[in-house]
C-alpha cells in the first residue's frame, strides 16, 4: 500500500513539475510574437490491482499542447495579407496625393502663370519686358510639367525599388520555411510521443504570416506534417523542403517598369515565369506591384498627355503669327515658330517584345490627334495580319499597305496611328505608350522675346489677335477623354480628383481590411495569447500541487518508518 | 466569455492610444492650416472643385488687372484729348481772328506763326506715347508715328479696314469672354474727311494713298498757307477760312465724339470691375466653403480628444497595475 502512495506522490510531483516549467515557460514567453501559450495534457494512468480492488497509480504528463489551430492562423494570414495589400499601396498613393496637394508643385498655377503672362501680353503686345515675362513663364510651365513628371518618376522608381527587396525578403522567408519544414519534420521522429517540437511549429506558422505579409499564397498541410506554400496562380513557392525563388526582370511591355516572376531551374536553364498580379488582392508585393502598373502609368500618362496639349495647342496659335520683326513661321523648321518644342524627343516610346524575331522593328511611328487622349496601344502580328489593341478596346486588324511597304495606319476615336513594320513575323510584339516622354522633354523653343508671333499681321506690332487667341485655350476644351473635352486645367483638375478618389478608396479598403485583421488577430490572441493571471494562477495551482505531492511523500516515508519501527 | 490574452488587453490599451493621439495630430493640423481639405484625398471632389475655383479666381483676377491697364491707357487718351481740345479751342480763336478781315501781312505773320506753334502742339499730343514708349493714337501699328510733316501729314496708323478684325486697335479680355478694345486711333480722332487708298495726286499724276485725306493738322497747314500766301487779298481771306473753319468745327466735334467714347468705355468698365471683384468674393468664399476648416467644431473636437485621452490614461494605468502576480507574496 505504502508503494502506491509512494508511486503516487512521485509522479504528483512530476506532472506538478512538469506543470511548473509549462507555466513558467508561458510567462517567460508572453510577449514573444508567435508564441501559442502551452496546456500540461495529463493522461489517466492505468490502475493496479489490489487486494481492495483497482486503485489509481498516480499522475502522468502524455505531452504538452499548443493552443493554436490552424483555421484561426490562416484566418490571421490571409487577413495580414490582404492588409498589407493595402497598406503597401496606401503608402505610396498617399506620396502622391502629397505630390497633388501642393499648389506650390501643380500644374494648375503654372498654367495659370502662363495664362496670366498671355492677358498681359494681349494687353502690350510689343513690349519687351512684358514679353520676357511672357516667356520666363512659359519656361516655368515647361519646367513644371518636368518636375511634376520626375517627382512621380522618382516614386515609380521607389516602387521598384521596394519591389525588389520584397521579392529578397519574400525569398529569405520561403527558405526559412523550407528549413522549418526539415527541422519540424525531424524533432516529430525524435520526439517519444511523436509530438513535433512546439517551439518549431510556433516558428513556421510565424514565418507563414510574414510570408502572407509580404505575398498572397494559399498554404496546404501535408499529411506528413509539411507545408507547401502556392503562389495565388498556382506557382508552387515552397514545397516540404524545396523553396522557389522569386525575381523580377523589366517588363515586356514596358521597359521603365518591372515583371515579378518565379524562377524555374531545369538543368542548366533557368526560367522565368510570370505572376500575373492583375486577379492579386493581397501582400505588400501585391501592393506594390498593382500600384505600379495601375495607377502610377495613368498619372504619368495623363501628365504626358497634358505636356503635350499645351505645346500643341499653344503653338498651334503661335504658327499662325506674325514676330516683332513681322516674320511668320519659318517654313521647314519642325515646330516653326512654336513656343515648345520636345528637344527632337519623340513622344511615344515603343517597346519590342522579348520574343521578338532578330531585325523586325516598328518605326516611323506617328500620331495625329484630332483631339489628345492617352490611350496605349499594343501591335500584334499574326500569321493573319496584324492587330492593333488600344486599351480598354477590342482588338483590330490592320491592313498594311505597300508604299511605302510595311506601312499601316490605324484610326481611332480621336486620332490616327501610323508606323511602319519591317521583319516582323508572326508573335511579334510591339506596345506603344504614346505620351511617355512628353513631360520630360518638354523645353522652351526660343528665348528671343521678339520671336513671340502673335500679331495678326507683319507691320501691326501693336496687334494680339493670337494673344488673345492664346488666352482662349484656357477655357477651351482641348483633351478629349471619352468623347467628353476638358480645358487643359480642368484636366489636371480632373487628374487631382482621380488621385484623390483613388488614395482615399485605398485607404478606405485599408480601414475595412484592418478591421477584419484585428478581427481575426483578436480571435488568434484570444486562444493563443499568454494571460499572466491566469498562469499565476497555474502557478499557484502547481505549486500547491507539489507541495501536497511532497507532503503525501514525507508522510508515506512516515509510514513507512513506523512500520519498520514496529517490526525493530 | 471570450478568453483574453494578457498581450491583447495592453495592445488594445495602446491602439486606442495611438488612434486618440492620431485624431489629436489631425486635429491640430487642421486648426493649424486653417483647412479642412489639405490634401486631395481628404475629399476629393472639394479638392478638385478648389483647384479649378483657385484658377478661376487668377483668371477674374487678370481680369482686372486687365481693367487696370486699359484704364491707364484710357486716363492717358483722356489727358491727350483734353489738351488737344484745348489746343483746338485756340486754334479756333485764331481762325476766327484771320477770317474777321483787316489784316495786314504782318498781323497775318503773327497768326501764321501762332498757328504753327498749335500744330506742333497737337502733333505731339496726337504723336504722343503711352508709358511704354509706343505711340498712343497710332491704333496696332504702335511702332510707326501716326503724324508727321515728313508723310504729309497724312495719318498713318493701322485703318480698320487693313485688319483681319476690322478694328484698329486690340482690345482686352475684361470678363469672360467679353473685350474692350481701347478704340481711339489718330484716325477718328483727327481726321475728318477719310482719303481714299487710290488716290491720285491730279498735278503730278502718281498715287497719292490717302493723299485727299483731310484732317486737323492739313486743315492748319491750309490755314498757315493761306495766311502767308500774298496773292490772297484782304477780302478773299475771310472767304478762305469759311470752309477751314467749317472743317475745324467737324475736326473738334470728332475729338469730342472720341473723348465720350472713351468716357464711355471707362463707365462700362468700371461696371465690369465691380461685377469681377464680386465674382472674386463669391470665389473666394466657395473655395473656403469648400477646403477651410470650421475652427469652433476642431476646437471642441480636440478638446473633447484631450478629455477622453486624460480619462483613457487614468484607467489604464489602473488596469494595467492590476494583475494577480502583484498579490502573490
Known amino acids: 500500500m505504502t508503494n502506491l502512495t509512494f508511486r503516487n506522490a512521485l509522479t504528483g510531483l512530476r506532472s506538478s513539475t512538469v506543470g511548473l516549467n509549462t507555466t513558467s515557460n508561458n510567462i517567460a514567453n508572453s510577449n514573444k510574437e508567435g508564441y501559442s501559450r502551452q496546456i500540461n495534457v495529463e493522461q489517466f494512468v492505468g490502475s493496479a490491482i489490489t487486494g481492495s480492488g483497482f486503485q489509481g497509480q498516480g499522475s502522468e504528463v502524455a505531452g504538452i499542447k499548443r493552443a493554436y489551430q490552424n483555421f484561426l492562423g490562416e484566418q490571421f494570414s490571409n487577413a495580414k495579407s490582404k492588409q498589407s495589400f493595402f497598406t503597401a499601396k496606401t503608402e505610396v498613393l498617399a506620396r502622391i496625393d502629397q505630390l497633388f496637394a501642393d499648389e506650390n508643385a501643380g500644374i494648375s498655377t503654372a498654367l495659370s502663370d502662363f495664362f496670366q503672362a498671355s492677358q498681359d501680353l494681349s494687353g502690350n503686345p510689343a513690349d519687351i519686358p512684358t514679353r520676357r515675362v511672357f516667356l520666363a513663364r512659359a519656361e516655368g510651365l515647361a519646367d513644371r510639367f518636368k518636375s511634376f513628371n520626375g517627382v512621380l518618376s522618382d516614386i515609380k522608381n521607389n516602387t521598384a525599388l521596394q519591389i525588389r527587396d520584397m521579392t529578397k525578403e519574400v525569398n529569405s522567408l520561403s527558405t526559412q520555411l523550407a528549413e522549418l519544414n526539415r527541422t519540424v519534420l525531424e524533432s516529430q521522429a525524435k520526439s517519444p510521443n511523436g509530438m513535433p517540437d512546439n517551439q518549431l511549429l510556433d516558428e513556421r506558422e510565424l514565418v507563414l504570416s510574414k510570408l502572407a505579409e509580404k505575398v498572397e499564397i494559399d498554404v496546404v498541410r501535408q499529411n506528413n506534417g509539411s507545408v507547401s506554400v502556392f503562389l495565388a496562380n498556382g506557382q508552387n513557392l515552397v514545397s516540404d523542403e524545396v523553396a522557389s525563388e522569386l525575381s523580377v526582370r523589366a517588363d515586356e511591355s514596358d521597359r521603365e517598369s518591372l515583371s515579378v516572376g518565379v524562377l524555374q531551374r531545369s538543368g542548366n536553364t533557368t526560367n522565368f515565369v510570370e505572376l500575373n498580379f492583375s486577379k492579386i488582392e493581397g501582400g505588400k508585393l501585391g501592393g506594390l506591384v498593382n500600384t505600379l502598373k495601375n495607377e502610377i502609368p495613368s498619372y504619368q500618362g495623363q501628365i504626358g498627355l497634358l505636356a503635350q496639349a499645351t505645346a500643341q495647342n499653344i503653338n498651334q496659335v503661335l504658327q499662325q503669327g506674325f514676330d516683332l520683326n513681322g516674320a511668320q513661321a519659318e517654313p521647314g523648321v519642325s515646330n516653326g515658330r512654336g513656343l515648345f518644342d520636345f528637344a527632337g524627343v519623340s513622344l511615344a516610346s515603343v517597346f519590342a517584345g522579348f520574343t521578338n524575331t532578330a531585325g523586325s522593328s516598328l518605326t516611323g511611328l506617328q500620331v495625329d490627334y484630332t483631339r489628345l487622349d492617352d490611350t496605349d496601344f499594343t501591335v500584334r502580328i499574326e500569321s493573319g495580319g496584324v492587330l492593333i489593341h488600344p486599351d480598354g478596346k477590342p482588338e483590330e486588324v490592320v491592313t498594311l499597305t505597300e508604299d511605302p511597304p510595311g506601312s499601316g495606319s490605324y484610326s481611332f476615336d480621336n486620332g490616327k496611328l501610323q508606323f511602319n513594320l519591317a521583319g516582323a513575323q508572326p508573335g511579334d510584339k510591339f506596345f506603344i505608350k504614346t505620351t511617355r516622354n512628353a513631360a520630360d522633354n518638354i523645353q522652351l523653343s526660343f528665348d528671343d522675346p521678339s520671336l513671340i508671333s502673335i500679331s495678326g499681321a507683319p507691320d501691326q506690332i501693336g496687334d494680339n489677335t493670337f494673344a488673345l487667341q492664346l488666352v482662349s485655350l484656357q477655357n477651351r476644351a482641348v483633351i478629349g477623354l471619352d468623347g467628353q473635352g476638358f ?63 511532497g507532503q503525501v511523500l514525507s508522510i508515506a516515508r512516515e509510514l513507512f518508518d513506523d512500520i519498520i519501527n514496529i517490526l525493530r | 466569455m471570450t478568453r483574453l490574452s494578457t498581450k491583447q488587453i495592453f495592445n488594445r490599451g495602446i491602439d486606442q492610444y495611438q488612434n486618440l493621439q492620431k ?155 467679353r ?82 467714347d ?47 485621452t486624460t480619462a483613457f490614461e487614468a484607467t489604464y494605468a489602473r488596469i494595467s497595475n492590476q494583475n494577480l502576480f502583484s498579490v502573490l507574496r
Do not use: C, H, W
Not at chain 1, 488614395?503 to 499568454?530: C, H, N, W, Y
Not at chain 2, 495766311?227 to 475771310?238: E, V
Not at chain 2, 467749317?246 to 473723348?259: I, S, V, W
Not at chain 2, 463669391?282 to 473633447?304: C, P
Open chain 2, 23 to 177: 485624431e489629436s495630430a489631425d486635429i491640430r493640423s487642421r486648426i493649424g492650416s486653417g483647412e479642412k481639405v489639405q490634401k486631395p484625398s481628404d475629399d476629393p471632389l472639394a479638392f478638385q472643385a478648389a483647384v479649378k475655383l483657385k484658377s478661376d479666381k487668377t483668371k477674374v483676377e487678370q481680369y482686372n488687372r486687365n481693367i487696370l491697364f486699359f484704364r491707364n491707357r484710357a486716363a492717358e487718351a483722356d489727358d491727350a484729348l483734353a489738351q488737344g481740345s484745348d489746343a483746338l479751342v485756340r486754334v479756333k480763336e485764331d481762325f476766327i481772328n484771320a477770317g474777321r478781315g483787316a489784316l495786314d501781312m504782318t498781323d497775318r505773320e503773327i497768326l501764321a506763326r501762332s498757328l504753327e506753334g498749335k500744330l506742333n502742339e497737337l502733333s505731339s499730343i496726337a504723336n504722343r506715347s503711352d508709358s511704354n514708349g509706343k505711340f498712343l493714337f497710332a491704333g496696332t501699328k504702335e511702332d510707326i508715328q501716326p503724324f508727321s510733316a515728313a508723310t504729309n501729314f497724312i495719318y498713318q496708323g493701322t485703318r480698320p479696314e487693313q485688319t483681319v478684325t476690322g478694328m484698329a486697335t486690340r482690345s482686352v479680355e475684361i470678363s469672360a469672354n
Open chain 2, 179 to 260: 473685350f474692350v478694345d481701347f478704340g481711339v486711333t489718330g484716325q477718328n480722332i483727327f481726321v475728318s474727311v477719310q482719303g481714299d487708298p487710290n488716290y491720285v495726286d491730279p498735278l503730278t499724276g502718281n498715287p497719292d494713298p490717302y493723299g485727299d485725306e483731310v484732317n486737323v493738322f492739313k486743315t492748319m497747314q491750309a490755314a498757315i498757307e493761306a495766311l502767308r500766301d500774298p496773292n490772297i487779298g484782304f477780302d478773299q481771306l475771310t472767304n478762305s477760312f469759311k470752309p477751314l473753319v467749317e472743317q475745324l468745327d467737324d475736326q473738334f466735334d470728332r475729338m469730342q465724339a472720341a473723348r465720350t
Open chain 1, 487 to 549: 480645358s487643359l486645367n480642368d484636366a489636371f483638375a480632373g487628374l487631382v480628383g482621380i488621385v484623390g478618389d483613388d488614395t482615399r478608396s485605398a485607404f478606405v479598403s485599408l480601414g475595412a481590411k484592418t478591421s477584419i485583421f484585428k478581427q481575426a488577430e483578436s480571435d488568434l490572441e484570444s486562444l493563443q495569447g499568454v494571460n499572466l493571471d491566469e498562469e499565476a494562477g497555474n502557478l499557484l495551482k502547481y505549486q500547491q500541487a507539489y507541495q501536497a505531492n
Open chain 2, 262 to 308: 472713351i468716357g464711355v468705355r471707362q463707365n462700362e468698365i468700371d461696371t465690369v470691375e465691380q461685377v469681377n471683384f464680386d465674382t472674386i468674393l463669391q470665389l473666394e468664399t466657395l473655395i473656403e466653403q469648400g477646403i477651410s476648416a470650421d475652427l469652433a467644431e476642431e476646437i471642441s473636437k480636440l478638446q473633447l480628444n484631450q478629455a477622453s
